[in-house]
């Protein structure tokens, strides 16, 4: 794979939309600016009438397909889905990638300058923003871009939680809503594996109140661990299993602390590589906005009474091996749907990688999300 | 609950057993001397037929039942199971708990003298014992107690595959195994779950390398966010639902990092509560022996043939809910003995509080116990 496949969008440049109007946002607190990163794929059509946006996940970002430079090994995160071809299709599809606010990859966030204290680095003072303030940055962002109604709102994970979200809020502004491997709100034991990660960032004596950048000191291991925990539950049993089993790096038992199994090797591997890349504050918030996410609470936790409004079509995918957003967590929402007579598809998809198979391109998922984009091209053939 | 109520055992007062030999471990290194701490409860008979030892978990110690003295308000940790005309009956048989070398309530482990250094606490320099090395230390304190056949050994989890091995490595030396909530090795997701609680640890800076009982200091926070994580997998996702669902602490979001659902303080509290009670070097140990069990391995991954020189019967029980050795691990075991047509029996026991099941007296559970240990009582009454 590399930049110049037929079916890679190919070299791709970062943009920067920048908002220099006061937000307000759901925990009370108001941003005075803000900026979001973009990368777009695909054409937009006369009428913008084929515009996709996808919404990233815990550690996602704006670059989701496509290559920064010649040289560049590594393709966008969702490079899987989206391309020529692909089940997001390049050449049908405008898409719209963005990176989230009080995120680490160019959007405002706790590593931007904080304009009310001397353009210092935000750090801890980067407000908590919800799923619901992410919708709306969003919809600032379609004004920006003049599209009214997007075709599809497309996310996985906590992604999938904004497209839902993007629903409820704004229904005459998305034709189509997909939600990959989520659910309605996050469980206690959701809640828990991210407490677990919160305390292993703020605990760390090196995060110093997330004052981290202004000492000149990082968190690492802190965010080392966060990302081991956080990995385990990314991925299935099966597929930990199959992919390391209780294979030994040495081949027999060292009796020491040092790596033994090959599992060990791996997760410190991920948790060190992720250490390098992301902000810790970000983690922190990143987790905050899926525990709060909860779009039944306003209507007295009736999820049902939440999507009463909806006008859009929802595609709902889960994956059997997914056991942080189980199939019964996409099924709740389903449920809510059809009990509001709301057009909605749902498949439960045989995968091996658990939370992660969103990720892949397993080829029944591929056909099912394609199938879904392109069966209401209506507006698009007509343009 | 108390002293005084007809089931409890009463007020226990533990013994020490010492060992004034060297002890070859599995790891290479020696043991020169160490001690076992033990509490017994019930009244061994005449022909020394009516014993049970009880092999502990994780975090489990020579405690299993009664009180220490008269304002004790907490039971020892098995007290639910063991006691007079409980499922281990205390009126029939005469019940041994012990404290494992490793551990940190008495025994000879990592808080102990080393007589090799000065008597300086032995803290990273404990070797790292196996499941095996302990059923050989259990062995010794068999002979010591003048048991050359225990009727029962019985443990969870941990314990379980003590249980396991002693009828692997002693099989002349009990008539009935007990193994419940147990699994014959741990699998790639296990190992993980240890290898996030290690590092919590072993990168927390007050770890010292492990001499931090020398450096007057302790990994505090590694304690802490190691048992959070463990403490996670001990629950069941239903039993957590059902427990603490979404339940704010105060009711609303507060858009901080002090605890806001019920759940977060939850974990706090039992990292906070262990962190006071528990070794750091001991978790490591416990999390590496449960790590290397594997009885199989010498077989060349054969269980089938690892049990085939076991002569005792067996009981084997899980629990529906328990995701840390879901039944489909106990039924590995049973598949295993019923290939060599051993006497075992098997239950799957419906519960919702997911491993730690093994420690609630849920009715048919403790019936299916009660009867297994009863049901072979000859020996005893022909004495």
Chains 1, 2 share one sequence.
């Not at 908002?19 to 059509?45: A, H, K, S």
């Not at 430079?69 to 899987?80: M, N, T």
């Not at 001397?118 to 969003?138: A, C, E, S």
Request: hydrophobic content about 35%.
């Amino acid at each position: 794979m590399s930049f110049t496949s037929d079916d890679s969008v190919g070299l791709v440049t970062p943009q920067k939309f920048s908002f220099e109007q006061p937000l307000q946002l759901e925990c009370g607190r108001v941003l005075p600016r803000f900026d979001i990163m973009v990368e777009t794929y695909g054409t937009l059509n006369a009428d913008h009438s084929n515009a996709i946006l996808i919404c990233h996940a815990l550690s996602g970002h704006h670059h989701a397909a496509g290559y920064h430079h010649a040289e560049d090994k590594k393709a966008g995160w969702w490079d899987s889905c989206i391309g020529p071809g692909k089940a997001i299709d390049t050449n049908i599809f405008f898409v719209v990638a963005i990176n989230n606010i009080g995120g680490c990859h160019g959007s405002t966030g706790p590593t931007s300058p904080n304009p009310e204290n001397g353009n210092r680095p935000y750090g801890p003072d980067f407000p908590l923003v919800t799923v619901r303030d992410w919708v709306k940055t969003q919809k600032m962002l379609s004004e920006r871009l003049e599209i009214n109604i997007w075709h599809a709102i497309v996310g996985g994970s906590l992604g999938g939680m904004q497209a839902l979200q993007w629903s409820i809020d704004y229904p005459d502004h998305l034709h189509n809503c997909v939600i990959i491997a989520s659910a309605p709100k996050l469980n206690a034991q959701n809640i828990a594996f991210n407490e677990v990660a919160r305390q292993s960032i703020l605990s760390d004596p090196d995060f110093h109140h997330g004052r981290y950048l202004e000492q000149d000191s990082y968190p690492k291991r802190g965010l080392i661990l966060a990302r081991m925990v956080g990995h385990i539950t990314y991925l299935s049993e099966e597929a930990m299993k199959q992919k390391f089993g209780r294979d030994l790096k040495s081949g027999k038992f060292m009796y020491g602390f040092d790596v033994e199994f090959q599992v060990e090797s791996y997760l410190r591997y991920q948790g060190e590589q992720f250490s390098r890349n992301f902000d810790a504050n970000t983690y922190l918030i990143m987790t905050k906005a899926l525990d709060y996410f909860d779009p039944a609470r306003e209507f007295e936790g009736s999820l049902t009474d939440a999507l009463a409004q909806t006008k859009c079509r929802f595609l709902l995918i889960s994956f059997t091996t997914d056991w942080r957003f189980s199939p019964a967590r996409s099924q709740e929402i389903v449920n809510a749907l059809i009990t509001h007579h709301k057009p909605v598809s749902y498949m439960d998809i045989e995968a091996e990688q658990g939370h992660d198979s969103f990720l892949f391109p397993i080829p029944l998922y591929v056909k099912t999300l394609r199938n879904f984009l392109t069966s209401s091209l209506q507006p698009i053939h007509e343009a």
